[in-house]
T-cell receptor
Framework: NAGVTQTPKFQVLKTGQSMTLQCAQDMNHEYMSWYRQDPGMGLRLIHYSVGAGITDQGEVPNGYNVSRSTTEDFPLRLLSAAPSQTSVYFC???????????FGSGTRLTVV | AQRVTQPEKLLSVFKGAPVELKCNYS??????LFWYVQYSRQRLQLLLR??SRESIKGFTADLNKGETSFHLKKPFAQEEDSAMYYC?????????????FGKGTRLSVIA
């Protein structure tokens, strides 16, 4: 049982490049979310999904896109990377609200 | 709108001293409160959730709806408790309410 798997673990991008951060879970969880973690800012919600085909914006959605075509996968796309998107990104999933989220190990992204 | 406030960025205590990490929340519905812990450069782990009323690693937390608080407590701090602690809020009966975090408190236990 792998839990929540995020790839890549580390990434360096040049300003203006695009990329997709992958997130997959094998626990048949309906709820999935993306957060970014920055010093002094805690974890801020980027996008979330309550099931396949359903996504919604969180606190800081600008510059990011998501889709949820399957229950297992919830990729996060950076459309045109900016230095302000340098951060650690965490994906998380939950069976239902109230049961607690399981987190991935994170992707450390640097935009130069 | 949901909001979680952790007023302390850093809390330093001596080993064996009591610990209280503060968390206050704002939410119009019935809240579901959690504490997560993150050890150095690791993934976040669920520590406590209010609905289960359990004690993990000696930590407890009680939901006080009157004061809209969910403070995390431990009677005797250990060095291995040093970590980042995040309070988080979701809606108890609202399936569409995402999990929202506070900014976190770094606990440093001094030997």
């Amino acid at each position: 049982n792998a839990g929540v798997t995020q790839t890549p673990k580390f990434q360096v991008l040049k300003t203006g490049q695009s990329m997709t951060l992958q997130c997959a879970q094998d626990m048949n969880h309906e709820y999935m979310s993306w957060y970014r973690q920055d010093p002094g800012m805690g974890l801020r919600l980027i996008h979330y999904s309550v099931g396949a085909g359903i996504t919604d914006q969180g606190e800081v959605p600008n510059g990011y896109n998501v889709s949820r075509s399957t229950t297992e996968d919830f990729p996060l796309r950076l459309l045109s990377a900016a230095p302000s998107q340098t951060s650690v990104y965490f994906c998380a999933s939950s069976y239902q609200q109230g049961s607690g989220y399981t987190f991935g190990s994170g992707t450390r992204l640097t935009v130069v | 709108a949901q909001r979680v406030t952790q007023p302390e960025k850093l809390l330093s205590v001596f080993k064996g001293a009591p610990v209280e990490l503060k968390c206050n929340y704002s939410y119009s519905g019935s809240p579901e409160l959690f504490w997560y812990v993150q050890y150095s450069r690791q993934r976040l782990q669920l520590l406590l959730r209010h609905i289960s009323r359990e004690s993990i690693k000696g930590f407890t937390a009680d939901l006080n709806k009157g004061e809209t608080s969910f403070h995390l407590k431990k009677p005797f701090a250990q060095e291995e408790d040093s970590a980042m602690y995040y309070c988080a809020l979701s809606g108890l009966y609202s399936g569409n309410t995402p999990l929202v975090f506070g900014k976190g408190t770094r606990l440093s236990v001094i030997a």
